[in-house]
């Protein structure tokens, strides 16, 4: 049956046996070894002798005398000693034993959150087999005791060894002082411990992931040798097909282009816009039994990514079209290293119980980039400036919110969600704001997003369309609406009390100095008018922002020694786990710390490798649009321009927050990106002979190839 | 494509190992990260553990007690007697006292500021970390050092010296037995390296940066030559 196929069918059969194979040895090896895990629960209660506790005469500061003993029993299991004749009673080896104790008393988070040397010992003490954690009640003297070990057996022996190894230790140390046995406290247990397995189907997750992963990686490798190889190869026909789009696409069929279009792809693509920038979709639930929570955005989603499908299988012209950029080969990438981080790691997260919440962070990512993708194959390059626009309208449609929001303690946006909704949905959002007030006493003005952070970092990613509109030129009406755009997002920006509204404009400001010198400085006089707008808007915000740096102990707020205090702190992390990571989206912030860095999110959870896929995301942004932003081209070097600006803030605002955890930004950056790629990747327009001897030396863009380059372009692709 | 491999090995040779060329020595650098830790009960004579007459205000006083204590260990004098034990210079040691509602972070000035750099630095520091349990009278003592032998040698180190500093303050001003603090180590230290192999990955991260940078380099001059080859050979055509 193979030798009837054709010679492409038989090297497609050839890659998908290799890539098979691949795939199954490498699943073969990562299931190897012992991948059970079960956990067992049992509860010690501490009382006095006689009367109990439980007895009518028993006072409350009796009960409080009996819970802290309950905490310092919690802390006493998790010692060596303790440790070692709980084994002996469970029958485990004692050098395979650990224990935590958690505090669960109302102490500040500060407290809570391990330093880099308490780190380091829980990283040592979570590679054990035999793992205890113990919970005492912060009101009740009872002690929970979580045992977690190989079988279910093993788990509800260590369980109840737990509070027979107390009981040996507590009488032990009362032998040893004379301390009559009448007087000690008494630990019972509560039932006997209650065991199951809690990774049943980890052989299967595990083995099945690492085989799709070790699949797609062959695959994709082999893949692109041969696309390289062909290359190589010169090509001499040019379907007719292919040059018949490419000149619908270059010429544009203007009559056809959102908005004028009946395309439903591009439509649906905008109202997903919309929500992004008017919703706060991730306070919108539909509560279901579901093991993941149905926010309205991956309610949302989908629908548009059947429809993006669908366009896709119908084919003819107006199909999505593929165009491969930088920034896909760098999301690639990024996707690979988090996929291979909860691959090399998860025998290790298994253990920690930790590899569920990795599994659940991934389809999430996927979802991250096929915004991406469904952006950059269904938009046209002459489609890119009318979303850009709806992007900025959008912006400042968020931006008057923002300052309602600040001026009136109003949330329009919950607010009006809550009411236009169907009653199926529930708003979790602050209407006010007020509630949620930070140690610095800021108001939490946040709009549509999550965070003020997230607010600032949607508005700075829209800033450098108002700011290119205004460098463009063109008529003063435009340039007064541009200008007003930009005072409405800076005011907004300054509305949310945040230091980063003035951080990242700036990357925006600063990446627009960089490539339009001239042209930005003048504008400079326009900057005083937008800063006078911009106090009249938001009264106090901009104040009360740069005050915040000026402060007397601004290195020393919470919010900034919070901070400085995590790169410390990961370095065990980062040192255990160096190249990959610990993988990705385990870290939980209410287990270990709350990072607020992406960048430190990233090394943790991906390692150094991870990271730098994903400052490259970024940077791929910036490189693909530069050509087409020094080739000054008409029409698109601005919209170029625009998308390296945003990815020049993104990048900012990963150092300042971890932004991949709040969807809004993400989504916007994605867009952006894609819009970038679509431009980038555009079909090249044949340039009339006057104007390419105009241009001179300069460096030659995406369009200004020659036209040899403009045949042979489409023909590549057409491989 | 050789310069590359030679440059980036010797990159990747230098990430683990210092190269000394007069005399010519390879010294292995401290990659390693490992820890220790102890934990200790601040205790009455007759123990807390088991007596029920200790009330809550009693357990909050010993927990005031473990607070102090654990500021006693970041004390010049006990700091020393702690580095003479480990024999390290004392300047290399660096102990963070235990943190409190009041004082959440380290002071800005003094030797555990924290700065974003920290995370750059390298992994031979000598570290000790004191908590006292908000709730009990407890004291966790975690050691961050670059061998397990010394990072367990730390942490003893800790409860030691300050076992010591008190029997010495007792002596000194007379203090009956049974109106001692008592601190009850429960269990010795142990050991361990938490990032084995380390040395492996660090270089062939280094290996991969360095040969990137390299190549990247040798094509870029390459190119560079090439575009002045071209102008030259259109240089003399045009003449």
């Known amino acids: 049956m193979i030798g009837r196929l054709s010679a492409s069918g038989r090297l497609m059969v050839a890659l998908v046996g290799i890539s098979a194979i691949v795939g199954l040895i490498a699943a073969k090896l990562n299931t190897s070894g012992q991948l059970q895990v079960a956990a067992a629960t049992t509860h010690a209660f501490v009382d006095y002798p006689d009367p109990s506790i439980v007895d009518a005469r028993a006072l409350p500061q009796h009960e409080a005398a009996l819970q802290q003993r309950a905490e310092l029993y919690g802390r006493l299991i998790a010692t060596t000693p303790l440790l070692k004749r709980i084994a002996d009673r469970a029958g485990v080896p004692d050098d395979q034993i650990s224990a935590v104790a958690r505090t669960t008393a109302p102490v500040a988070i500060t407290l809570t959150q391990p330093s880099s ?14 793992r205890l954690e113990l919970q005492a009640d912060p009101v009740e003297p009872i002690l929970a005791v979580y045992s977690q070990a190989p079988s279910v057996d093993e788990a509800e022996r260590l369980g109840d060894a737990t509070v027979l190894g107390l009981r040996d230790y507590l009488r032990d140390l009362a032998g040893r002082q004379g301390f009559p046995e009448s007087k000690q406290a008494r630990v019972s247990q509560l039932g006997a411990a209650q065991g199951a397995v809690v990774s049943g189907h980890a052989t299967l997750l595990i083995g099945g992931l690492t085989f799709l992963v070790a699949f797609g990686l062959t695959f994709a490798g082999l893949w692109a040798l041969v696309r390289l190889r062909r290359r190589r190869q010169p090509l001499v026909t040019i379907p007719r097909r292919v040059t018949a789009r490419a000149a619908e696409t270059a010429d544009g069929p203007a009559n056809d282009d959102w908005p004028g279009t009946t395309r439903v792809l591009p439509w649906m693509l905008a109202g997903f816009i919309a929500m992004v920038w008017l919703v706060p979709f ?42 491969l950029t930088r920034i896909h080969l760098a999301l690639g990438a990024f996707v690979a290293c988090a996929f291979l981080s909860v691959i090399f790691s998860a025998a290790y997260l298994n253990q920690t119980l930790e590899l569920e919440l990795a599994l659940k962070k991934l389809p999430l990512l996927i979802a991250y980039v096929s915004v991406f993708l469904i952006v ?44 236009l909704l169907p009653g199926a949905f529930s708003v979790a ?54 200008g007003i755009a930009a005072c409405v997002l800076v005011a907004a920006m300054f509305a949310t009390l945040r230091k980063s509204a003035l951080l990242a404009p700036l990357a925006v400001v600063v990446t627009l100095v960089y490539f339009r010198r001239r042209e930005l400085l003048s504008l400079a006089p326009l ?193 | 494509m050789i310069i590359s491999l030679v440059a980036a090995s010797v990159a990747a040779l230098w990430s683990v190992q210092r190269i000394s060329l007069f005399p010519l020595e390879l010294t292995p650098r401290s990659l390693e990260v490992a820890t220790a830790s102890t934990h200790v009960v601040v205790d009455t004579p007759k123990s807390a553990l088991v007596d029920l007459r200790q009330d809550t205000y009693g357990m909050e006083a010993l927990r005031n ?93 800790a409860v030691e010296a300050l076992r010591t500093y008190l029997n010495e303050l007792a002596v000194a001003e007379g203090t009956d037995a049974e109106d001692q603090v008592q601190l009850i180590q429960l269990g010795r230290a142990h050991g361990a390296v938490i990032n084995g192999g380390v040395n492996w990955q660090v270089a062939l991260l280094v290996f991969m940066v360095a040969f990137s940078i390299c190549a990247a380099t040798v094509i870029f001059v390459d190119r560079v030559r090439a575009g002045w080859r071209e102008a030259s050979l259109s240089g003399t055509a045009g003449a």
């Open chain 1, 527 to 719: 900057g005083l008018v937008i800063a006078i707008i911009v106090a009249a808007l938001s009264p106090g915000a901009v104040h009360g922002t740069i005050d915040q740096f000026l402060r007397s102990d601004a290195q020393t707020v919470a919010t900034t020694s919070d901070r400085t205090a995590d790169y410390d702190a990961i370095r065990p992390d980062l040192w255990s786990h160096l190249l990959f990571g610990r993988g990705y989206g385990s870290y939980d912030p209410a287990t270990y710390r709350i990072l607020d860095s992406e960048i430190l999110t990233r090394t943790i959870e991906t390692g150094v490798i991870g990271l730098v896929a994903f400052l490259m995301v970024g940077v791929s942004v910036v490189l693909a649009a530069r050509p087409t932003i020094i080739g000054r081209d008409p029409t698109y070097s601005s919209l170029a321009l625009i998308g390296a600006a945003a990815a020049v803030c993104f990048l900012v605002v990963s150092a300042l927050f971890d932004v991949l955890a709040f969807p809004h930004a993400t989504y916007i950056f994605l867009i952006m990106a894609g819009l970038v790629a679509v431009v980038v990747a555009r079909d090249p327009q044949p340039v009339p002979k006057r104007e390419r001897r105009s241009r001179g030396g300069r460096t030659r863009g995406a369009h200004e190839r020659g036209p040899a380059d403009a045949i042979l372009q489409p023909a590549r692709r057409a491989d």
């Open chain 1, 117 to 130: 040397e308490e780190r380091a010992s829980q990283i040592q003490d979570s590679r054990m087999p035999y």
């Open chain 2, 65 to 157: 007690r473990a607070v102090l204590l654990g500021n006693v260990i970041s004390s010049t004098k006990v700091r020393e007697d702690i580095a003479r034990r480990l024999g390290l210079p004392v300047e290399e040691l660096r102990i963070q006292a235990p943190l409190t509602e009041e004082q959440s972070a380290p002071p800005v000035d003094s030797e555990n500021a924290r700065k974003t750099s920290d995370i750059l630095q390298a992994n031979d520091q000598y570290r000790l970390n004191v908590q006292a349990n908000a709730t009990v009278p407890v004291l966790d003592i975690y050691s961050q050092t670059p061998s397990a032998e010394s990072a367990e040698v730390l942490a003893n180190a």
């Open chain 1, 376 to 419: 950059a194959t269904s938009v046209r390059p002459s489609e890119v400036r009318a979303f850009m626009t709806l992007t900025l309208v959008l912006a400042v449609v968020c931006g008057l919110g923002i300052i309602w929001e600040y001026r009136t303690d109003e949330n329009l946006f919950t607010i009006w969600s809550e009411r």
């Open chain 1, 429 to 482: 959002g602050d209407l006010t704001g007020i509630d949620s007030l930070d140690s610095l006493g800021r108001r939490g003005v946040v709009g549509p997003a999550e965070v003020g952070l997230e607010a600032v970092s949607m508005l700075a990613m829209a800033l450098p369309i108002a700011l290119v509109g205004l460098l463009r030129g063109g008529p003063t009406k435009r340039r007064i609406l541009y």
């Open chain 1, 282 to 323: 991730n306070t919108i639930e539909l509560p279901s039994a579901l093991p993941i929570d149905l926010k309205l955005d991956r309610l949302v989603l989908p629908l548009v990514g059947v429809a993006w499908l669908l366009a896709f299988a119908s084919g003819g012209l107006k199909a999505p079209r593929w165009r």
